[in-house]
Structure formats: structure tokens, C-alpha cells
């Protein structure tokens, strides 16, 4: 920890706070997490932790690094882009499961599903021309 | 030229994604264009329509509007978080809001504005109808909740993405 | 010089013989049997041109090196004995070879039976003419193999089967026992030399091992010569062909064992042990054979038994082992074969022109037969030891020694009582066959109605064997030169010259004799009726019939017992054979370190973190609830699966090893998604399995329990004594000195991967590549289970949903993230020689990429715009990683070795440019190609099925339509 | 600067992967060019093969025991990794590519249309063998042992179906668990020593203080589960038949070899690590070898007595020839001798052709429903249960030339594994008996115990393939199998090989004679190794 | 911290053997990938545990050996990480063509029990 | 005092995100649905790269970004396809 003792405090001290602050977030986003009654609720828990609880030790990294570096060490922030894009698609899948189930088992206070005037079940079919497999069951190597 | 950078937003972006990781440096530079345009033409293999943006200052007002409502409702969370599961005031439930958005795109956006702000959770969107289904976490009053992501974001993103 | 060739010659020429009659067309009668009958005669001239020097009591040598590492060397040596014996066989042999000739049925393919009969005609003179006794053992057993497929010829027959396999697996198995008895007996004297062999008698006897070598060399002899208990292969081999039964099962092979007896006696023999076992069981082959052969009604196993009650009489002689009784041997070995070699080929002329060998179908026949009968007269009359015959001549040595004094034991005692008992059953059935054949009323209803004579050449064998009885017979001192010569090289120089008379005068053998011919005549007359009415073999005795035994212990000891022991002692479960690995396991474990391991000098340490620790808790309920979830759980148990993963990712990092962490993590979400890939054709559990909460079944769980938790502890246990022990010295901190400097790269661990051991990394990737292929190559004919056919349930019901409808949103941005990927595979890539990362990490995230759009999009939509080719790709892969280690080569250094060094590029700066880079190009390759082909392989499966539902739902639409088209 | 020919040493391991790559580029309706390519690679693998072996024996100046090496990536021992050429390697790299050559036409015929890349798979399997026999090094023996059980699993399954899905999920089984205390075990080794290369810890095994060798008797003892499981050693072993019954011909037929790598990697380490000059680790393991090994070759019997076909009981001969093999190795390390291992290779050879023999003939012999599939009413046949006492039909009946040369071929495979003269199985069995009876020096209960095993077994062998045979080639009056001339070329060469080390079993058995003292002086290994040079080195010197 | 990673191996290849043992194959297949992951951590043990110093050089300099993680463990790892990744893969893909070909996950290929037996 | 504040901050952090992956991971264990699990191991994840971070800035090195990183970009692809199998019963499709 030698290179820590030679810290200015107006720098140990936003990195602490950052830091304090993001694991105190994704902390409170854990115990909601566990407490929480409902999926729904429970689903929002962990946004803490992606949004400002992974910002703050995110940024504190940031500060110290680029002050250690002297020079602005900004990687971090490529985890932070990238965390909130991918959050979504994780938690989207997840609520749909819970919803998609909720609505089979018929629970109580859950929206159904809306009325649609969907073609029956079937995939759709690649554009003519570009086929890169003539078959879809042959695997692929052969084309 | 299209043909060689099929999205040069993307390249661009990539290529400061690059730079992020390594050093900037006219070195890193010219790698990163080089792989980031690799990249984007291997993107538009799956994607070859261009998304394009009509107002950027749009998409930075709304970045400053999204970032001042994560902060609030990372607040209002944690807090609630810590007090309500004592007292048991907080009310959650499902908001049906109907969009204008057609776009994937704009929409993949708003989906991850509304993710990354705690409070609220996409659960479905219906395609044919335009209806976004929200779980909210604390129920103030469904209007608000429709005001919030069809006014503040949508109209935003609605002038950032031309249809 | 010229006889050393011509011994060789003479063991060859049958051989040559063999191989020639083999290549001949199937139906060339003639020109196999000329062949073969040739070839004797040509052996028979080089054997008489030697006998001047035999005669001289010269051994005739010649070596040919095989195996002089093991001493077993082609290494041939003719005495006087052994000329007898080659004599016999190959004499013996043309007239078998002229009597076959006529007995074969047009039909029978000839070239194998005279090319089997040549053949062992090689075997059994190589064996009388080795000097190498392991030699002598390999022509041993050879015989047995060619008397096994000469039984076996007609083997369409369930006897000839039975037979043929029954005569191998005791002959053979006495060739083993032989075999053994002889490697100790060459370890004994100190070479595999015959005669060294034979002039060590004293050591032999007096070694500790004699006793061993003497019952396994016993064994040998004893299975050979048919003796008691292994006498009833002979009566199956009549199964053969009659001039095999006459050639092989009386005049030749049945008397290896006699002949080993006989030539061992000097070295062997000798002694108290010797005498019991060798005359002991000789005696009582003698006399079982005599009675049971009174009781066949089967004329061939008639003859069997005579022959195994002759070859008793020899064995009794050798177990006497004084000169005369040795001389007597040598001379009853030849006059054997005289008279049962010519009765056997009257049997097979009977047999051939009545169609039956029943005595009680048989009667009356010298009217038609009457030549035969004049022959099988004498020759039956030699048998029965009647005067003025060989076989008489020999007898009444046989007897004179009986009565000799050879150490005055009890059975020595009993030897002239046992003699004349046996001698009377002999007379006995000698008779019974003549009078039964030949005299009583013509047969009736006999298969063959019209019965005569031979072609004259069939006979021909039979006459000049007679004419062989009746001269040696009337004149015996012909034979004296030959006995004496065999005698003495057996004996050695100094036997005192063998005499043969007809006329001793009237002494106890001459009574024995005659007492013997006329209890015997009266016992066939009296029993006569009784035998004829009675079973296949005498009172009492038949029911234990050794074959029925024998059969009985074959069937258990071969077959029932066997399979019982292996179902024991064996599984075909994989859970019992996991279990006895892991035990086994444990166990060596233990008993290696147990008691023995002292504890560390110095007990090093890191200060405990409670962070890590309270993870750690985490990640072991995660293990332990996969578990207990993955029976019944299996989505669950994936999940925690991901967790324990995970927490070993955050171990590595925690522990200072940055490139195990995220190699860990992107192999972590691979094989999840594998795992969820391959769930799919898993049908969810809905009713609990049968049994599984039976008493036993928890007993089971509980054992398995404790072998778990013993094994996780021991594990657990050697992490931790050697990880408190201080660090030895250790190759490691050689890399870590020269990665830098020799390795070019500052990434210890990457350049230990792609540049110290690149090696380890080349097998690697190939592996992948490999289950790549395999994968691929299973799949392609692989058909789901009908219960997955259909769709998930998720895909069903009102609740069913189109793919697009749900994974707009999620797809767009997944397909952003492809890019994203990209970039982070190409900086990983990059980065691997310095830092953290490398061809490994970064084609796994090309193939994650890659993945995330096949999950988020339709997988024909998405193969329709990105054409991968992965198996290409691999192949690519390993070749430039080849390529790269083959460049070393150029610059005369060894396959993979590196050049390193940072390269200046303007704008860029300093740039690791390792030719290891390259190779780490080709991992790149191979590990993407692999991935991507063990994701889409089994991400096609789901296609398949889809597609099947498609057809059946068509077929479906169709029947419909057609339905309402009928209304 | 490296002479050309100093390279050959990797190209067993390069021929085999470069090819197998090559192939990946083609199509798989190039079947013709893909084997092709396959038999010309594994034909190049015989020349270097023999030119290897040749090597290996040096010249009178090394003592007739060469060593070479080659030092990957121009690293020194022990930090780099090493392949080492001695005689035992040498005579395992002859003995795969004498065995690949008739696997791969036999395969060419028809059997690698069965499936997928056939011929890569394969030759990524030669490469696997070949490298687990070259390496120097522990952990890099663990990689070729994947290589080469990916190989395996792979041709194992090519074809596919119920009853190779099923035995794969064993064998594979089995193995990834075999493979996970190999790695326990290596890792154990090198916590306590601080290396990898054999050499090494040849050289170090004297000096490890008390305290620490009973963990590295458990590390070998943990590693040397994975070899025992993959030289089949009873009660690791059940696997073994399953899998080897339900592959191919031509794969069960390369199988034969692959107990041997198991085989080969208990030779090679117990005799580096446990020799006699191995002070307080002599003879470690070796009661477990002789009891483990002679359990192996009873099972084995048992399993050939009571097998119902023919591919079940060459499982079990491979048992029995590996267990052979194996209980020797132990002997050896309480103090056999050197001829009873000299012996025990020169049986190995003969019995690991035999046996891949025998797996090729059992397909033709089963091809019509004549042959083998009349085998089913065996027993009732063979023991007489429903004896029908039919022997009207004494009647000679030619075998046609397809039968006699599969019946040729099937008795010199029962020769051989019987133990029976004059092949080479006889010798085998001599020279290891002889060389145990002549050395005497191990205590008689052993002696003699293992002598009766081994005959023994050789009987039950006798009657086993007796039974079979007879009624495969004697009591079926089907039409005989119709077997193409690509089928019959393989199994002749190979009955052509077996003839061969008979004719030249003097110089077989010179050549294992040296191999085995070799082998018990791991000296020669270890200072041999140690004296490699780098390239960069020498030409600094010069 | 030596013993919580004695004992986090110990956990994982207690489960990870307890499930070997089971009879169906997705049981087997998870108790490989916990056993491997428990030798994995084993094999990494092996070089002792070193915190906060990864083997990664300085350009040039002399290097204390003794201050890093033994990066020869790390390596073997690796390749291990790999390897099995790689027989998992295979395994699993066995796993679903004997499901499909034999009807049952049992690993023998065949229910132990059939409906009604032992019921 | 900056390095006390440090440690102190640090030591914190690190427990706290303990902790939390704790927390995330009694959802996993406990469920009571899949997707709970599946929330839980997202959790998992997400507390997992923090702590890297957070001890990358203890100990002062650097090379626990990668690892950071892989899992902030490549992470959520196990627990998307664990997901995407809760609701279509297959992965891929
Ligand atoms: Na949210
Ligand atoms: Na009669």
C-alpha cells in the first residue's frame, strides 16, 4: 500500500468518497436484491449497482489512476459505456420471463398479454440471393 | 467510401473506444481506425442500414437530463430501499405507455435510459402496438410515469433519430 | 557339411510339401498326394544315407540361428533314436499318404488335408531332431495345432469339432506346461541344449526344483501320449479322417510323449518320483485302456483305447528305466505301429465300404472282405501278443521286465499281476474284434448294401505293415541293429548289446503270456452277450466317462464359472467405475503420504482477507447447491454453476493472475451457454425418478457422500500442506528472469504460453480443434429424442410469442455489441505479449460476439449475412501456428523457436514484434474456428427441429385439406 | 545452426498435424485427396520411424544407446520443453506407424465415409501418440494425452449410434476424470520439486528431503492413476471393452495401441522416477503394478473365457497384453531384470499387432449374416447344451479363399496371443520367462505366481479363440463374407509384420535388450537430456 | 488465506466428485466442471499464493523472481482452463446425443429401474 | 492520513462488495424462481468486476482491468442466454 501513503488528501479524499459511495450503492442494491417481496421490485435492485454504484468506484479508479499516471487514464469509462449498454438486455429478458410466466400461471395484478394478430409461429426467411447455407441443417464449414 | 466505412459514427466511436484502452497517441490512432473500421465492416455484414442522426444536440441534452435522473432516483431508491421494507408505504406496479418510437434503435436507447435510471424496469414492448409496459418501483401516479418517458425522453429521441 | 544340410533338408521337405499341396486346385487328388508322398521318400533317402554314421553312434548336427539372444536356435540332431523314429514317421507316412489317396471322397478338398498332413509331418521330425529343447517344445506344440485342424477337417461334424478342439486344449495345454517345465529346466542346467540337458542328470535331479519340472514335464508327455487322466481326447480325435487316426493317433504323434519319456529317462529319471508317476500311471493307462476297450462297440474308439493301453505299456517301460526296459519301449514303439497303423487303415476300410464302425451292425464279413479279414487277423493277432507276431516278441520283454526287480516297492511288486490282468482284457478285445467283424452271421441292414474289396492300392499299406509283423515276428534279430543303435544313443555307449529271440524258453512271461490268451479268449466268450447289450464302455465305469468329466469341467471352467468371476469381479457401470476411480485415488494418496510426511520448516502465510473469505462463502454454497440442484434442478444448478465460476475467476485475479481471470471468465460464459444449449434437448424432469428415495438408493447417496467429502478433504488437505511450505526453487523464476529478455514480452505468463512452452499451447489448440470436428461430425447424425422434437413449452399456448416480437429491442443492441467485441478481441489479442490477454482470451470473445447474435437474432437470418467457415478456420489456424514454429527452421534453429523484438514504428512507438505473435495468430484462428463450430454445431440442432415441426405441421395441413376435400 | 535431419525427431508429431490441418481446407466429398494426403503422411511417419529407430540405437561409441533431442523453441532443459529420442521412444513411434498404415487403407475402404473428417481426426490421433511418446516433459505429456483422447473420443463416436454414444459417455467419462488426477499429480509434482521435465526430477527424485517425498509419492501416485486407467488396469478397466467393442474396426484396431501409451508412460516414469538407484523412492508402486497387473491379465481371461463374441474378447486379449506388460514393469522395479523386460516389449510389440489384427478381421468375419453373427447360438454349440447328433453330413466342403486367408489370419492372431509357437507371442512369453527364471531375482512366490498367470492366461486364450474360431470358420456353412482387397491388404501386412519380428526376433530382442537396460539405467536418460545444447549456445562456443 | 482457499477446493471437488458419482449425465457433466475448476485452483496453488504482484516484468531491470506469482502454475492452468473447456464441450454434446439416441439421461444408457418395477 | 483514509475507504469497499455478492448470491442459491437465480448471478457479476477494480486500486496494479472489462463488455452474455432460455426454452433458435 507504499504508493497510497504518498496520496494528496484533495485527491485521496473525492476517491474515498467515490468509492465509499459506489460500493455503498451496489451494497444497498444487493440488500434490496435479497429483501425485496416481488421479481418486479427485486428486478430494479440491481440497476444500483450498474448505475451509480459501479460510476462511483469507476470514477474513483479513475481519478487515482490518472493522477498516479499523471495523466488522464480514462479506460474505465469504456466499462462504464459498456455496462449500461448491456444492462438492459439482461433485466428486458428477465422481466419478459417473469411476465411470460405470470401470465401462465394467471397471478393476480399482472397485465395481460395484448391482443395480436400474429402469423402463427415460424421463422423467417432469409433474403433470396444471400443464402450462405442451402440447407439450414447443414452445419457450417461446408459453405 | 461508404462501401469502406459503412458507419462512421460507429468507426469513430470505436476507434475512441480504442484510444480509451490504450493510449492516445497518433499510433493508437491509426490502429484503432484500422481495427474499429474492420469492425464496423464486419457490423455491417448483420447491419447495413446506417443510423443516422439528425440532431446531436438533442442526444447531449438528453444525456444531461438521463444523468441528472439517475443521480435523483439512485437516491430515491437506495432511500426507499433502506426505509420500505419497514413501513410499506411504497406502492410498485406495471405502466402501460404508449410510444411513438418506431425505430429499434432510438428505442434501444430508451431502453437503456430507462434501465440504467433505478425505478423503473422495462418489461415489455409491444412492436405492433407501440405500448411499452413499465414496472415501476414506486407507483406516484401513472401519469407522471407516461409524462416522464413520452415527454422528457421520447420527444428528445424523436428529434435526435429522424424516422 | 553335407549331412548338416541334409538334416535340414529332411526337417524342411515336408514343410516345402505343405506349401506346395496348399497352392494346388481343389480337387487335385493325385497331385497332392504325389507331392507329399515324394517329399517322404525323398526325407526316407536322406535318412538312410545318414544311417552309416548313425549307425556309428555319430550325432549328426546342424545349427541355424533363430533367436541365439534366448538360445533357442533351429539346432537339429540326429542319434540313432531319433533316425528309428523319423524312420517310422516318414515310412508310416508315404503309406498313409497312398492309403489316403483312395480313402479321401472326391469330394473333400485335398490340398488342405495333405498340405496339414505334410505339415505336421515337419513338425513331428523337427521335434525328433531338435537339440534345442525349447525348440523341440515349438515343434511340440505344433504338432498339436496340425492334429487339431486334421481332426477338424471334416468340419462340418459336431464330433470332429468337439473333438479337434477337445485334443487341442489338452495337448496344448500339456505343450504349456512342457513349455514351463522346459524353461526350468534350461535355467537348471544352464542352456536349452539337448544334450547339455542330457548330460546333466545329477544337477537336474538334485535341484530343488526337480520335482516341478518333472510333473510339468510329465504333464507334457502324459497329454501327448493320451495317458491317464488326460487319455480321452484320443477316442474324440477318431473323429479324423482314418489315415489321420492311423498316422497321427496311433503310429506317430501319440508317441512324442513315450519318445520324450524315453529320451528324458537319463537326465529325468532314476528316481522313487519318476518310477511312481511314469510306471505308476503307465500301468494303469495300460489296464484302463485294455478294459474300456473291451467295452467300445465303436471299432475306431475301439482302436483309440488300444492304443492308449499300448502307450501305457511304453510309459510302464520308461518308468522302469532299466536298459532292457528301455530297449523294450524302443522296440513296442515300433511294433505299434506296425500292427495299429494297419489296423486302423482296415478299420477305415471298413468303415468305407460298410459305412459303419458299430461291432454290433458289424458281423460275417470276411466273405466279402476276405483279404482284410486275413489281414486284420494278424495285425489283431500282433495286438494280442500272439507268438510268432511282433507284437508278442515285444510283450514278452515287456513282461520279463515287469517281473525284473526295480527297487522292490509295492508297485513294483504288482507289476506282474497288473501285466497279466490287462494282458488278458487286450486278448480279449483283439478278439472281439476279429469275431465280431468278421465271423457270425452277413450283417443286414448295413448302410452300404454292397460290400467288397478295395482298389488294391488301398490295401497296399495294409499288407506291407502285416508282412512288417510277420517278419519281425518270425525273425526279431532283424531289428537288432536298429534297437541296439537307438538303445545306445538313448543309453548311451556303454548298454550292453540288446539280443532279440523269439524263444527265452518256458518262463514267467511266456506263462503270462499264454494264461493271458486264454483267459482272454474265455473272457470274450462268456461276456460276449453282455458286452454286446451293454453301454459304450464297461460297468460302472462308463458313467464317469473321463470326456463327460472333462466336458462337465470344461463347460464350468471355461465358460459358466468365468462369466460368473467377471460379473463379479467387473462392471459396466460407469457410476461404480467413477467411484472406484475416485477411491482408488484417495487411497493411493493416502497410503503414499501416510505416516511419512513431516511438517514445514517454516510455515508461510497470507494474512486472511474477509472479503475474499465472505466470497469464498458464496462460492461454496454456489458448488454445493449445484449440486444438490443438478438432478432434478438442472437450469438452477447451471446457474450456481455460473457462480462457483465465477468465483474462480475472482480468485485467479485476486491472486495475482490477471490472464487466468479473464481466460476463466470468457470460457465461463461459453460453457454456460453450451451448458444451456445442450438443456435444451434435456426435457425438463416432472415426476421424480423411479426408486430414487428407496431406502437403497440413499444408502448409496450417503456412501457417495462420504467418498466426496473424504476426497474434497483430501484434496483440500495437500493444498494446503503444500501451499504453507515454502517455495522450493523452481523453473518458474527462470521465466520470470528471462521473459523480458529472452522471451521479448513483459507477460510472463503469455510468453510461457505462445514462446517457453508454446509447445503446451500448440497441442492445445489442437484438441480444441479436434472436439471441434467431433462435435461437428456427432451432430451431423444426430437425431433429437421425439419428446424434444416439439417446441419448448415456452414456444407454446396462448402465451406464444414470435421470436422477433420480444428481442427487437435486446437485438439491437446485441448486434451493436458485435463491433464492440471485435475491437476488444483485437486489443486483447494485441495486448497478450505484455499484458494480460492473448490469442486464447481474444478468439473466444470473437466467438462470444459472434454467439450474442445467434442468440439475438434467428439463426437463418443471421447465417444468411455473416458467412463463417470454421472449420476452415481451424484448419488456418494450425497451419500458421506450423508455419510459424517450421520459420525457425529457416534460420537453423528448432521448431517454434521465437524472435522478439521491440520494434520501433514511427507514430506508434515501441511495439513487441515477436515471431510469437504470429503463433499466437494461428491459436486466434484455431480457437475461433473451434468455438464458433462447437456453438453453431449444437445451435443447429434447435434448426433441425424446427424444421421437423414445420414438415409435420405441413403433413398435418395436407391430411387436412385433403380431409375436407373428401367431405 | 540445425542440420536438416536433426528436425526429423518432430516430424512424427508435425507429418500427422499437418496433415490433419491440410485435410480441414478440403471438402468432405474430396474423400479421394483426403486419403491420399492421410496415407501418404502416415507412409512418410514409417521412413522417419524407421530412420528414428535406426538412430536410436547410435553407435558402439554411445554404448549403443543414442539419445537425441530437441529442444522446442531453442530452450534449455529443464525450462523449455524437450522431445527425447531414446530406444523405447523410438520403438513406440515404429510400432503406431507400422499399425497406422494398415488402419488407415483398411479405414480408406470404407469406413471413413462413416462420418466427418475421418482421416484429420486420425491423424490428429498419430500426432497425440506419437508427441506423448517423444515428450521430455510432464505437463506437455498431459497436452498430447488430450490430443490424443480427443482424437479417441472422436473416432470412437465417427459413425455414430446408440451403442457408440453409449460407450463414449463412459470412456469419456473415465478419461476426463483420469485426465483431472493427471493434472492433480503433475501439479502435486511440481509444488514439491519445482519442474516438469522427467529428466529433472529423474535427477532430483535422491535429493528430495524426507519431509517432502511422501508428497511427491502422492503426486506420482495421484498421476498415475490416469495411466493406469488408460493402460486398463483392473479395476480401472471396464470401460475398456465397451468402448473397444463399440468403435470401428480400424479405430479398435489403433486402439490396441493406445492402452500402450498408458503402458509406455508407467515404463518410462517409474523407471526414471523409481528405478533401483532411485534411494528412498526405489520401487515405489511396483507391488501395485504386479498385483494390479496380474489382476488385470485373470480379468482379462475371465472376460476372454466368457466372452460370447469376438470383439468382446479382443477387448479383454488387450487387458490381458497390458496387463502382462504391466506386471512385468513392476517386477522389473523390484529387482526382475533386464531380460524379463526386454521380454515384456518385445510382447508388447507382437501382442499389440496381434491384437489390431484380430479387431480388423472381426468386421469381415461378421459382415454376412454367416461368420461371426452365427456366433450368437455359441455356447449351445460349443458346449454341446442342445447337441444334435447330425453327422450324416460327413461331406467335404471347400473353403473358399476368402475364408482361408481370414482363417489364416485368425491363427496366427491366436498364435500369437496364446503364446503359441512358433510366432512371435512364444518368444514374447519365453523371453520374459526366461529372463525372470534367469535372473532370479525376485522372491519365488512372485516367480512362480506370475509364471502360472501368464501361462495361463495364454491357455485360456487357446480356448477362448478356439471356441470362437470354430465356430466362426468350422461349424457356419453360410456363404462366406464378401471383403474387398483394400480390407485383406491390411491384415495381411500385418500378419506380414507379426511374421517378420518372428523371422527377426533375434534382432527385435537385441534392440529391446538394449532398450531395457536403457531403461534401467535412467542415467542415460537424464545426464543424456541435460547434455543437450542450445542452438544459440553453440554457436556462441564456436 | 491459505486455508479459505484450502477449503474452497475442498468444497469444489467434494461436490464436484459427488456428482461424478450420480447416475444421470448432466450430473456427471457439472461434477467435471466443478472438479475441474477445484484442480485448476489446485494446480494454481501449487506456486503458492502471491497477492497484488502478477508476473508480469518490468522492461528491463533486474527482477526479484521471489517478489512475483510463479507464472509456471498460471501457465498450466491455462492450458488446463482450455483443455477441458474443450472435453466439456465434447461431453455435454455426448450427453445430448445419448439422450436423443437412447431416450434416457441415464449414463449407463438405460434406466436402472423401470416404471412399475420397483412402484 | 490520505493512506489511513485510503485503507479505510478501501477496506470498506471491498466488504461492502463482498457483501453484495453475498447478497446476489442468496438469490441465486435461494431463488425461489429461475429468473431470481439469474438476477442473483447478474448481481454476481456486476459485484465481481467492482471488486476487481476496487482491489486493482489497493494493490496498485493495473492488470485487473482486463478482467474488469471482459466482464463489463462480455458478462452479461451468460446471464442474456440464461434468460433468453427462460423465456423461448432455447438459446438459439
Ligand atoms: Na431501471
Ligand atoms: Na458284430
Known sequence: MTYLETLPAWIAIPVAFFLVLGATLTLLGAIGLARLQSFYDRLHAPTLGTSWGAAGILLASMILVSWTEGRAVLHELVIGIFLMVTTPVTLMFLGRAALHRDRIEGTPGIPGAVERSDVPIGPVSPPEGETAFADPAEAPGEG | MTRLFPHPLLTAALTLVWLLLTSFSLGHLILGAVVAALASRAFAAIEPERVKVRSPKSLVKLFFIVGLDIIRSNYAVARLILTGGQHGKRRSGFVEIPLQLRDPAPLALLSMIVTATPGTAWVEYDEETGTLLLHVFDMIETDDWVKLIAIRYETLLLEAFPR | ?967 | MMLATEHLIIAPILIPLIAGALMLLYDESQRKAKLGISIGATIALLFVAIELLNRSKGSPLSGGNEISFYLLGDWAVPFGIILVLDRLSALMLLLVSLLAIPTMIYAGANWHKQGQHFNSMFQFLLMGLNGAFLTGDLFNLFVFFEVLLAASYGLLLHGSGQVKVRAGIHYIAMNLAGSLFFLIGVALIYGVTGTLSMAHLSQMVVNIPESERPLFHAGAAIMGMAFLVKAGLWPLSFWLPITYMASAAPVAAMFSVMTKVGVYVILRLSMLFFGLGAGASAGFGAEVLIWGGMATMVFGMLGVLGSQSLGRMAAHLVLISSGTVIAVIGLALSGGGTSMLSGALYYMVSSTLATATLFLLIEPMSREEGGIAAMLALTADAYGLEKDEDEDEEVGLAIPGTMTILGLSFGVCLLVLAGLPPLSGFIGKVAILSGMLGVGGLPPYLTWTFLAVLMISGFATILGLVRIGIQTFWASDSKPPKVLAMEFAPVILLVLFIAAITVRGDSVLRYTDATSRALHDPLIYSVGVFSSRQTIGTEEDE | MEIVLSAAIGVFAGSGIWLLLRPRTFQVIVGLILLSYAVNIFIFSMGRLTIGKPAIMPKGGWVNAAEYADPLPQALVLTAIVISFATTALFLVVMIASKGLTGTDHVDGREPYRSGETK | MSAFIMSAALSYAQIALALAACLGGFRLLYGPRAQDRVLGLDTFYVTAMLLFVVTGIRVGSPFFFEAAMVIGVLGFVATVSLAKFLIRGEVIE
Open chain 3, 1 to 967: 557339411m553335407i549331412e548338416q544340410n541334409l538334416i535340414l533338408i529332411l526337417v524342411l521337405l515336408p514343410f516345402l510339401a505343405a506349401i506346395a499341396a496348399a497352392t494346388l486346385p481343389v480337387n487335385s487328388h493325385g497331385a497332392a498326394a504325389w507331392v507329399s508322398g515324394l517329399s517322404l521318400a525323398g526325407g526316407l533317402v536322406i535318412l538312410i544315407t545318414l544311417y552309416p554314421q548313425v549307425s556309428e553312434d555319430e550325432v549328426v548336427r546342424s545349427l541355424v540361428r533363430w533367436l541365439p539372444i534366448l538360445s533357442i536356435n533351429l539346432n537339429f540332431r540326429m542319434d540313432g533314436f531319433a533316425w528309428m523314429f523319423t524312420f517310422i514317421v516318414l515310412s508310416i507316412g508315404i503309406l498313409v499318404v497312398i492309403y489316403a489317396r483312395f480313402y479321401l471322397a472326391k469330394t473333400d478338398p485335398v490340398p488342405r488335408f495333405y498340405s496339414f498332413l505334410m505339415a505336421f509331418t515337419g513338425a513331428m521330425v523337427g521335434m525328433l531332431l531338435s537339440g534345442n529343447i525349447l525348440m523341440l517344445v515349438v515343434f511340440w506344440e505344433l504338432t498339436s495345432i496340425m492334429s487339431f485342424l486334421l481332426i477338424g477337417y471334416w468340419h462340418q461334424s459336431q464330433s470332429a469339432r468337439d473333438g479337434a478342439r477337445m485334443a487341442l486344449i489338452v495337448t496344448a495345454g500339456g505343450g504349456v506346461a512342457l513349455t514351463v517345465a522346459m524353461l526350468v529346466l534350461g535355467q537348471i542346467v544352464g542352456g536349452y541344449d539337448l544334450d547339455l540337458v542330457l548330460r546333466s542328470g545329477e544337477i537336474i535331479r538334485n535341484h530343488a526344483l526337480y520335482p516341478l519340472v518333472l510333473v510339468l514335464f510329465l504333464i507334457g508327455a502324459f497329454t501327448k501320449s493320451a495317458q491317464f487322466p488326460f487319455h480321452f481326447w484320443l477316442p474324440g480325435a477318431m473323429a479324423a479322417p482314418t489315415p489321420v487316426s492311423a498316422y497321427l493317433h496311433s503310429a506317430t504323434m501319440v508317441k512324442m510323449g513315450v519318445f520324450l519319456l524315453i529320451r528324458f529317462q537319463p537326465s529325468l529319471g532314476a528316481t522313487d518320483l519318476w518310477f511312481w508317476l511314469v510306471g505308476g500311471i503307465g500301468m494303469l493307462t495300460f489296464t484302463l485302456g485294455a478294459v474300456i476297450a473291451l467295452f467300445r462297440h465303436d471299432l475306431k474308439g475301439m482302436l483309440a483305447y488300444s492304443t492308449i493301453s499300448h502307450l501305457g505299456l511304453i510309459t510302464a517301460l520308461a518308468g522302469m528305466g532299466s536298459e532292457a526296459a528301455i530297449i523294450a519301449a524302443i522296440f513296442h514303439i515300433v511294433n505299434h505301429a506296425a500292427f495299429k497303423a494297419s489296423l486302423f487303415m482296415t478299420a477305415g476300410i471298413i468303415d468305407h465300404e460298410t459305412g459303419t464302425r458299430d461291432l454290433r451292425k458289424l458281423s460275417g464279413l470276411r466273405k466279402a472282405l476276405p483279404v482284410t479279414f486275413v489281414l486284420t487277423v494278424i495285425a489283431s493277432a500282433a495286438m494280442a501278443g500272439v507268438p510268432l507276431l511282433n507284437g508278442f516278441i515285444s510283450k514278452e520283454m515287456f513282461l520279463a521286465e515287469t517281473i525284473a526287480s526295480h527297487g522292490g516297492n509295492i508297485l513294483d511288486n504288482a507289476l506282474p499281476w497288473i501285466a497279466a490282468f490287462a494282458s488278458v482284457f487286450s486278448v480279449a478285445y483283439s478278439l472281439r474284434l476279429v469275431m465280431e467283424v468278421f465271423f457270425g452271421p452277413e450283417a443286414q441292414n448295413l448302410p452300404n448294401e454292397h460290400v467288397h474289396e478295395p482298389k488294391h492300392w488301398m490295401r497296399f499299406p495294409v499288407e506291407l505293415l502285416v508282412a512288417v509283423c510277420v517278419i519281425i515276428g518270425v525273425l526279431p534279430w532283424l531289428a537288432d541293429p536298429i534297437l541296439n543303435v537307438a538303445g545306445r544313443a538313448v543309453l548311451g555307449p556303454d548298454m550292453a548289446v540288446a539280443r532279440v529271440a523269439i524263444w527265452h524258453g518256458f518262463n514267467t512271461p511266456l506263462m503270462i503270456s499264454l494264461f493271458a490268451l486264454a483267459a482272454g479268449t474265455a473272457l470274450w466268450v462268456t461276456a460276449r452277450g453282455r458286452i454286446n447289450a451293454g453301454p459304450e464302455g464297461p460297468p460302472v465305469l462308463y458313467r464317469i466317462r473321463a470326456q463327460k468329466v472333462y466336458e462337465w469341467l470344461l463347460l464350468r471352467l471355461t465358460w459358466v464359472w468365468p462369466r460368473a468371476l467377471h460379473r463379479l469381479f467387473g462392471t459396466e457401470r460407469l457410476q461404480t467405475q467413477l467411484r472406484l476411480l475416485v477411491v482408488l485415488g484417495i487411497c493411493a494418496a493416502a497410503v503414499a503420504i501416510w505416516g511419512g510426511l513431516a511438517p514445514a520448516e517454516k510455515r508461510i502465510g497470507n494474512d486472511l482477507n474477509p472479503a475474499f473469505a465472505i466470497m469464498w462463502l458464496v462460492g461454496g454454497a454456489c458448488a454445493i447447491g449445484a449440486a444438490w440442484q443438478a438432478k432434478y434442478h438442472r437450469f438452477a444448478a447451471l446457474v450456481l454453476l455460473g457462480g462457483a465460476g465465477l468465483i474462480t475467476c475472482v480468485t485467479f485475479a485476486w491472486f495475482s493472475a490477471p490472464d487466468l481471470a479473464v481466460t476463466q471468465l470468457v470460457v465461463e460464459i461459453v460453457t454456460t451457454v453450451l451448458l444451456l444449449l445442450g438443456l435444451r434437448w434435456l426435457p425438463k424432469r416432472r415426476e421424480e425418478i423411479a426408486g430414487d428415495d428407496l431406502l437403497i438408493a440413499k444408502a448409496r447417496r450417503g456412501r457417495d457422500l462420504i467418498i466426496a467429502a473424504i476426497g474434497g478433504g483430501g484434496l483440500a488437505a495437500l493444498a494446503w500442506v503444500v501451499m504453507t511450505r515454502p517455495l522450493v526453487p523452481n523453473i518458474g523464476d527462470w521465466f520470470l528472469r528471462n521473459a523480458y529478455y529472452e522471451g521479448g514480452g513483459t507477460n510472463t505468463v503469455n510468453v510461457i504460453l505462445v514462446d517457453f512452452r508454446a509447445f503446451d499451447t500448440y497441442g492445445e489448440i489442437t484438441v480444441l480443434a479436434i472436439v471441434g470436428l467431433t462435435v461437428y461430425a456427432l451432430l451431423r447424425r444426430f437425431r433429437p429424442g421425439s419428446e424434444s422434437i416439439s417446441a419448448p413449452e415456452q414456444q407454446q399456448g396462448y402465451a406464444a410469442d414470435r421470436l422477433e416480437n420480444f428481442i427487437l429491442i435486446p437485438s439491437v443492441i446485441m448486434r451493436w455489441m458485435f463491433p464492440v467485441t471485435l475491437v476488444i478481441a483485437a486489443y486483447l489479442f494485441l495486448r497478450g505479449h505484455d499484458l494480460p490477454g492473448g490469442g486464447f482470451s481474444a478468439g473466444v470473445t470473437v466467438a462470444i460476439g459472434l454467439l450474442l447474435q445467434y442468440i439475438g437474432s434467428n439463426v437463418r437470418w443471421i447465417e444468411a449475412r455473416i458467412i463463417i467457415l470454421p472449420i476452415r478456420w481451424m484448419g488456418i489456424g494450425l497451419l500458421i501456428a506450423t508455419a510459424t514454429g517450421i520459420g525457425a527452421w529457416l534460420f537453423g534453429y528448432p521448431f517454434l523457436t521465437a524472435h522478439a523484438r521491440y520494434l520501433d514504428i514511427p507514430l506508434i512507438g515501441k511495439v513487441p514484434m515477436a515471431t510469437a505473435m504470429l503463433f499466437d495468430l494461428g491459436v486466434f484462428l484455431a480457437v475461433v474456428g473451434a468455438t464458433v463450430l462447437l456453438l453453431i454445431a449444437i445451435a443447429h440442432q434447435s434448426l433441425r427441429a424446427a424444421r421437423l415441426r414445420e414438415l409435420e405441421e405441413e403433413k398435418a395441413e395436407e391430411k387436412a385439406t385433403k380431409q375436407k376435400g373428401a367431405a
